[in-house]
């Protein structure tokens, strides 16, 4: 069984924040799979479907982000998922707006999402896809990743949220070093 996390905090006020584009991703791909995140457990919205034979959830944590590792440990342990078989989706600071790498493994790069995931699953070990939003250092870091993304800025996110979603199902049973070389 495969777990894919998209990264954000509940609530409409997050809804169009740069913060939010895990949870923009999973969107899409709801959309993509005609699909909807209609079943809630352990404050996590997420459907199930199957994808070339292998059953996948899609998760949303409805925890904040700094909180979102205990949603991920619960539905983990739940359905005994092996922490190679997740696969998060989470916004990055340091990579320029659009610009996106995928990770097998590594630090959290002071994300709060992560380290509370990486916390509680008591590994690093995570495959991720980080996707860049830039960094405004004359706005406060909080300020900026929960500030709404600029019309500006809107037609690069979408590309991109299209792009890591398609990434993402491509990753449920593709080799994920591959899906770096082919990506990165």
Not at 2 to 23: A, C, D, M, Q, S
Not at 154 to 183: G, P
Request: net charge positive; glycine share 8%; proline share 2%.
């Amino acid at each position: 069984m495969k777990l894919i996390v998209g990264l954000g905090n509940p609530g409409n006020e997050y809804k169009n924040t740069r913060h939010n584009i895990g949870f923009m991703v999973l969107d899409k791909i709801a959309d993509m799979l005609n699909e909807s995140f209609n079943k809630e457990k352990f404050f996590g919205k997420y459907f199930m479907t199957v994808i070339n034979s292998e059953k996948t959830i899609f998760l949303k944590p409805q925890k904040y982000m700094n909180l979102s590792g205990e949603v991920v440990r619960d539905f983990v342990s739940y359905y005994k998922i092996n922490p190679s078989d997740i696969l998060i989706i989470v916004d990055d600071l340091d990579l320029p707006t659009g610009k996106i790498r995928l990770r097998t493994h590594g630090s959290s790069g002071g994300h709060n999402g992560l380290k509370n995931i990486f916390s509680n699953l008591g590994t690093e070990n995570i495959k991720r896809i980080k996707i860049g939003i830039s960094n405004n250092k004359d706005i406060d870091t909080k300020d900026y990743v929960l500030g709404n993304i600029k019309n500006e800025e809107k037609k690069l996110i979408d590309d991109t949220v299209l792009k890591v979603s398609n990434i993402s199902l491509e990753a449920i049973t593709s080799d994920f070093n591959t899906l770096m070389s082919k990506y990165n």
